[in-house]
């Protein structure tokens, strides 16, 4: 990049390399402090929440790195969006039904993230969908809302659907969805022991295949469902019970994340025809759900890209209300409600990672001394002689004969021909001239793969103080793209190529597969940093899965949580209205079955016997037994103040 370059560059730049407003949804930003800032009511005129202010305040109240900041107005914004959206297509369409949609809350269990969501559904009649026994227990207590529904999906024993009778008891609109066969001679008869007619939805297999990484979530070798064969036996067997009207609702899935809207359209046409046949074979029912897999945008490309989508929520839910409303007119069907499971779509804009970096891993910048000294091999005056030698014209043919002479300078180390020395003179003026390889390459169209491969060699891994396997799980084991960039400096040029590299000590704890204009970079492009100066990193897009699917490698555990909400009459148009301390050593140790306080007896102990074999004086003795105390408490992340 060029001096000139520096100088021009502006918020837009940013916003363009690292696709802010493409993946953003007019909720995330540039300002012109060249800050990222939060545009919580997606409103022109409305709050702008600084993310370098929120992090000044979490200072104050001394709230470490890392953590997760949510944006709970954005939560609401989702649950509003959705909902109204459904609303405006129906009345528009003349649809005859309603939406009446359930939040899986297994994309994200946390509790302020199921109140916030039931608060901001309840004018909607907005419900929950539990799909095992903890879920279900936390579905009852929260899902108190008589006029919303209560879905459960997933494989359920007796306990489960005691659980599922219970809500019946309590007036609760709480539908069964029925996976297997078995599942519903085991649901009748507790129906009849809690004395209370069940509310009953079948899961349908599709025929469809859907595509992406969840694709298995449909077609003939699904894991749930029933195949058409089965649903025909499931009602007659409630024929023969006289329970045909406790038959609600048909439910299909075809996968989460569904990047293609061929794949809704499809889908929804076939769904639409088989409740369309049940309602003429004289089953009642009230509702279609038509599941998950309402796609985020997580790399801005809106394509059909695994980590993309190729339409807007308002095309997928016109294409739901359209095609059922099209099936059932020329059935002469009535038009069911129609109830959908979006949780990745409501969920995971509201919550992002924010840490800092503590350290640059960059082993190509340390150089040893290259002065010609007398008697140093011959290998090392031929690098030497490359690097004086490249420019524009010849540096690929350069290039190529200093790899060749590297190549042969580690063999001749291995022969006990090139001493250490000599061998580190060759690695530092070979690191030196492919610096200078890849400044020329960047002012050409096009490149050689061997000096392309450059640009991830010599990137700088910026050491962030974080754990992928507890905040990214996603990352690392399926891929899944998430939008990473700084917070500030945004109106500066990035000049360094880096990768991200986490704290554990587990090689795969990095990122580095990083969005880009229509295409995934190996590297991203962040700032050069001072010593002292603190720069503070954003993974966004974490809201959904992210946040409870996170493991205890390391045992380093649950991140300090600040939940923000907007003001508009508050000078920075936010406030931090609750804080969740993350996990502590002693925390987490305990998970694993370890017992603080007999840790602590046993290393007071130790300690003990050193003071009475006189090998440890009293006062030292008493300073490391409070300093291994006060060390379980604190917080199992680093800190560098």
Known sequence: MTNKDKKSWTIDDS????????????????????????????????????????????????????????????????????????????????????????????????????????????PYNFGLEAGSKPEL????????????????????????????????????????????????????????????????????????????????????????????????????????????????????????????????KETISEAARIYAKLVKLGVDMRYIDVGGGLAIDYDGSKSTGQSSMNYTMSQYIADIVYGIKQVCDAENVRHPDIVSESGRA?????????????????????????????????????????????????????????????????????????????????????????????????????????????????????????????????????????PVLPLTKLHQAPTRQCTIADITCDSDGKISKFIGNDEVRRTIQLHEIKPGDEYVIGMFLTGAYQDVMGDMHNLFGRLNEVHVFSDDDDPTDFYIEEVIRGASMANVLSTMQYTPEYMAHMVKRTIGKLIKNGEMNAREGVRLTDFYEDSLKSYTYLDYN
């Not at 690292?18 to 409103?43: A, D």
């Not at 006029?147 to 219970?166: C, H, I, P, Q, S």
């Not at 995971?348 to 910048?365: E, F, G, P």
């Not at 140093?376 to 004086?388: I, M, S, T, Y």
Request: hydrophobic fraction near 40%; aromatic fraction near 8%.
């Open 137 to 264: 227990m936390a579905v009852l207590a929260y899902n108190d809302n008589p006029g919303a529904l209560t879905v459960l999906n997933g494989y359920k024993d007796d306990e489960y659907m005691r659980l599922a009778m219970l809500g019946r008891k309590l007036g609760r609109k709480v539908i069964v969805v029925v996976e297997k066969l078995s599942e519903l001679d085991r649901l009748l008869k507790i129906s009849k022991e809690f004395d209370v007619p069940p509310l009953i939805g079948l899961r349908c297999k599709m025929s469809y295949k859907s595509t992406g990484k969840w694709s298995d979530s449909s077609g003939d070798r699904a894991k749930f469902g029933l195949t058409v064969t089965e649903i025909l036996l499931a009602v007659e067997r409630l024929r023969q019970e006289d329970l045909l009207d406790s038959l609600q609702l048909f439910h299909y899935h075809i996968g989460s994340q569904i990047t293609d809207i061929k794949c809704v």
């Open 346 to 482: 409501i969920t995971a804009q509201h919550s992002c990672v924010v840490t800092n970096v503590v350290d640059i891993i960059d082993s190509k910048k340390n150089e040893w001394d290259v002065t010609p000294s007398a008697g140093e091999h011959q290998l090392v005056k031929n690098v030497r002689e490359f690097l004086g030698t490249l420019d524009q014209d010849n540096y690929k043919e350069v290039y190529d004969d200093a790899r060749q002479v590297r190549d042969d300078a580690l063999q001749a180390f291995k022969l006990g021909i090139l001493s250490l020395e000599d061998r580190a003179k060759v690695e530092t003026l070979f690191w030196k001239a492919s610096q200078r390889v890849l400044e020329f390459s960047r002012k050409e169209d096009f490149v050689s793969e061997s000096v392309g491969e450059l640009e991830d060699t010599l990137a700088a891994q910026y050491l962030c103080n974080f754990s992928i396997f507890q905040s990214a799980a996603d990352h690392w084991a399926i891929g899944q793209l998430l």
């Open 15 to 122: 916003d363009k390399l690292y696709q802010v407003s493409q993946w953003g949804e007019g909720y995330f930003e540039i300002n012109e402090k060249g800050n990222l800032s939060v545009n919580p009511e997606r409103k022109e005129n409305g709050p702008r929440i600084d993310v370098a202010e929120v992090i000044e305040e979490m200072k104050l109240q001394g709230i470490s790195f890392p953590a997760v900041i949510r944006f709970h107005d954005i939560l609401w914004s989702q649950v509003v969006s959705i909902n109204e959206t459904f609303k405006s297509v129906i009345e528009d369409e003349g649809y005859q039904g309603k939406y009446l949609g359930v939040y899986p809350i297994k994309v994200n269990q946390m509790r302020e993230v199921v109140e916030e969501i039931v608060a901001a559904g309840a």
